[in-house]
């Protein structure tokens, strides 16, 4: 026969559990549901809540439970937490590790056990909802007035640990009383115990707070625009706390006057604007200019060379009128020292022979001198360089350019073309076989050929090396 429980709180799950085991009640045998039908686990309390600490008759276990119902204190600990896990059958899951438990299956606990592992998860997704709750609520202080709280806040947790979060800020701020309100409950500590409330659907309004005030004062002033992250912020904070803190509604304007000129400054424009003392000093004591690397080899200007086996210049004639811009060397021309002589080099030596160009007659280099690599098995495979690396590199390839001359320059793939125009955002997008000038020289853009291998479809294969053969002959065409 089916039994249906309705509980409100982890603490009458307990009681209602402990019965069920002394009386051998299976899993199976229990619907379990929560008071009202609601995700609230406080919407129906009608008593205010005792201090944390204080006894509670509902946690008083039945004289008649058994020894067998016996857990260890972490084990509880667990429990309750993941009580606070918003699930509709989180209480019959619960349910069915203790009766786990009590038949001798102690790995139920486990992460390598399937109930173990989503027990395990919802406990580090609460406690990390807790540390959240506790990092980004904001208590703004309100005018005095008689009975009402002293500092009000409002948060949208995902899970029920709002009584948790109120524990540990009763510890935190002494007799200081305060509210955090949330769509689910209210918690209300007025110097000595917390009491539960109803929910509150939005929101403290405006209050003029001084403290708050100050801190966004704080906030904006120690903004650097030229450390700003965009991903990286929002990654570390999610944008659904944003908009119950303060400083939230800063946040748009730095970024937008950072995007429009501010990261070149680094600072703000108050700290600009302030006279400072002018040092003098003598030419004979300032710090001499770095010397560039002079040779290749010698290049520590970022960390690839690291893990490459050598450095890979450029080969070709003096004077080519055609120069040939690739990413970076692989794997075979890391070992070898010279460019597209691995499988991207054969064809391209395909590309030369339908095109009508001889390979002797070009000057062939790439963006990224070090081949940048990442393991997989026995094997490197290529990993395509960062912004910062074909940013570091440029400073050979603009001697290259210096020092051939090319009346045109063909731009084997994306990389490449960022780097010759010395812009990052650069895309291929319309600029495939299209040549266009660039400070007093050709640009003719094609794919790359390894792109061209790694293209499944044979028609789009067909299609792209015919991009590549007529670029070639473009370059050709506008080299004489």
Same mark, same amino acid.
């Not at 429980?5 to 002394?22: M, P, T």
């Not at 050598?310 to 004077?319: F, I, L, N």
């Not at 790439?366 to 590199?393: D, I, S, Y």
């Not at 028609?459 to 015919?466: I, Q, V």
């Given at each position: 026969?089916?039994?249906?429980?309705? @509980?409100?709180?982890?603490?009458?799950?307990?009681?209602?559990?402990?019965?069920?085991?002394?009386?051998? @009640?299976?899993?199976?045998?229990?619907?379990?549901?929560?008071?009202?039908?609601?995700?609230?686990?406080?919407?129906? /309390?009608?008593?205010?809540?005792?201090?944390?600490?204080?006894?509670?008759?509902?946690?008083?276990?039945?004289?008649?439970?058994?020894?067998?119902?016996?857990?260890?204190? =972490?084990?509880?600990?667990?429990?309750?937490?993941?009580?606070?896990?918003?699930?509709?059958?989180?209480?019959?899951?619960?349910?069915? #590790? /203790?009766?786990?438990?009590?038949?001798?299956?102690?790995?139920?606990?486990?992460?390598? %056990?399937?109930?173990?592992?989503?027990?395990?998860?919802?406990?580090?997704?609460?406690?990390?909802?807790?540390?959240?709750?506790?990092?980004?609520?904001?208590?703004?202080?309100?005018?005095?007035?008689?009975?009402?709280?002293?500092?009000?806040?409002?948060?949208?947790?995902?899970? %029920?640990?709002?009584?948790? /979060?109120?524990?540990?800020?009763?510890?935190?701020?002494?007799?200081?009383?305060?509210?955090?309100?949330?769509?689910?409950?209210?918690?209300?500590?007025?110097?000595?115990?917390?009491?539960?409330?109803?929910?509150?659907?939005?929101?403290?309004?405006?209050?003029?707070? +001084?403290?708050?005030?100050?801190?966004?004062?704080?906030?904006?002033?120690? $903004?650097?625009?030229?450390?700003?992250? @965009?991903?990286?912020?929002?990654?570390?904070?999610?944008?659904?706390?944003?908009?119950?803190?303060?400083?939230?509604?800063?946040?748009?304007?730095? #970024?937008? =006057?950072?995007?429009?000129?501010?990261?070149?400054?680094?600072?703000?424009?108050? *700290?600009?604007?302030?006279?400072?003392?002018?040092?003098? !000093?003598?030419?004979?004591?300032?710090?001499?200019?770095?010397?560039?690397?002079?040779?290749?080899?010698?290049?520590?200007?970022?960390?690839?060379?690291?893990?490459?086996?050598?450095?890979?210049?450029? /080969?070709?004639?003096?004077?080519?009128? #055609?120069?040939?811009?690739?990413?970076?060397?692989?794997?075979?021309?890391?070992?070898?020292?010279?460019?597209?002589?691995?499988?991207?080099?054969?064809?391209?030596? %395909?590309?030369?022979?339908?095109?009508?160009?001889?390979?002797?007659? !070009?000057?062939? +280099?790439?963006?990224?001198?070090? $081949?940048?690599?990442?393991?997989?098995?026995?094997?490197?495979?290529?990993?395509?360089?960062?912004?910062?690396?074909?940013?570091?590199?440029?400073?050979?390839?603009?001697? =290259?350019?210096?020092? &051939?001359?090319?009346?045109?320059? &063909?731009?084997?793939?994306?990389?490449?073309?960022?780097?010759?125009?010395?812009?990052?955002?650069? +895309?291929?997008?319309?600029?495939?076989?299209?040549? $266009?000038?660039?400070?007093?020289?050709?640009?003719?853009? *094609?794919?790359?050929?390894?792109? #061209?291998?790694?293209?499944?479809?044979?028609?789009?294969?067909?299609?792209?090396?015919?991009?590549?053969?007529?670029?070639?002959?473009?370059?050709?065409?506008?080299?004489?």
């Amino acid at each position: 026969m089916m039994r249906t429980i309705c @509980v409100q709180s982890f603490s009458q799950w307990r009681k209602e559990a402990r019965e069920l085991l002394s009386t051998g @009640v299976p899993p199976h045998a229990v619907q379990w549901s929560e008071a009202l039908q609601s995700d609230d686990l406080f919407g129906a /309390v009608e008593q205010p809540r005792l201090a944390y600490g204080a006894p509670d008759a509902t946690t008083t276990a039945p004289e008649n439970t058994r020894e067998t119902a016996r857990m260890p204190r =972490e084990m509880l600990r667990m429990l309750e937490t993941a009580a606070c896990f918003r699930s509709p059958d989180r209480y019959a899951f619960l349910y069915k #590790i /203790v009766w786990r438990w009590q038949l001798g299956q102690k790995d139920v606990l486990s992460p390598a %056990d399937e109930d173990g592992a989503r027990l395990n998860a919802m406990v580090k997704t609460i406690r990390r909802e807790q540390h959240k709750m506790h990092a980004y609520l904001r208590f703004r202080e309100r005018p005095a007035a008689a009975g009402a709280p002293q500092f009000v806040a409002w948060f949208e947790p995902e899970h %029920d640990v709002l009584p948790q /979060v109120a524990e540990h800020f009763s510890r935190r701020m002494g007799h200081t009383t305060w509210m955090i309100g949330t769509p689910q409950a209210t918690m209300l500590w007025d110097g000595s115990r917390v009491v539960a409330g109803p929910p509150v659907m939005q929101g403290p309004e405006d209050i003029a707070d +001084t403290g708050e005030a100050m801190w966004l004062t704080y906030y904006r002033s120690t $903004f650097n625009p030229a450390r700003l992250n @965009v991903s990286v912020m929002q990654g570390h904070i999610a944008s659904r706390y944003w908009k119950n803190m303060p400083e939230g509604a800063l946040v748009p304007a730095m #970024i937008a =006057e950072a995007a429009a000129g501010a990261q070149r400054d680094g600072q703000t424009k108050t *700290v600009g604007a302030r006279n400072g003392v002018t040092i003098p !000093i003598s030419a004979d004591d300032a710090q001499p200019k770095r010397e560039q690397p002079s040779t290749l080899d010698q290049c520590r200007r970022c960390d690839l060379w690291r893990n490459a086996t050598q450095a890979v210049p450029g /080969v070709g004639p003096a004077a080519a009128r #055609i120069m040939l811009v690739g990413e970076q060397p692989g794997d075979q021309e890391d070992l070898a020292g010279t460019p597209f002589i691995g499988p991207a080099g054969q064809v391209l030596d %395909d590309a030369f022979a339908q095109s009508g160009l001889a390979r002797e007659s !070009i000057y062939l +280099t790439n963006a990224v001198k070090h $081949f940048k690599w990442e393991p997989r098995g026995k094997r490197r495979l290529h990993k395509t360089p960062a912004q910062m690396e074909v940013t570091a590199c440029s400073y050979w390839l603009e001697e =290259e350019l210096a020092s &051939v001359q090319p009346d045109v320059i &063909v731009a084997l793939g994306g990389t490449a073309l960022k780097a010759i125009l010395g812009n990052p955002k650069a +895309t291929l997008g319309d600029r495939i076989g299209v040549p $266009f000038q660039h400070e007093g020289r050709w640009i003719v853009v *094609v794919y790359h050929p390894s792109y #061209i291998l790694r293209v499944p479809d044979a028609e789009a294969k067909a299609k792209a090396m015919a991009v590549l053969i007529e670029g070639l002959k473009f370059a050709q065409n506008l080299s004489t």
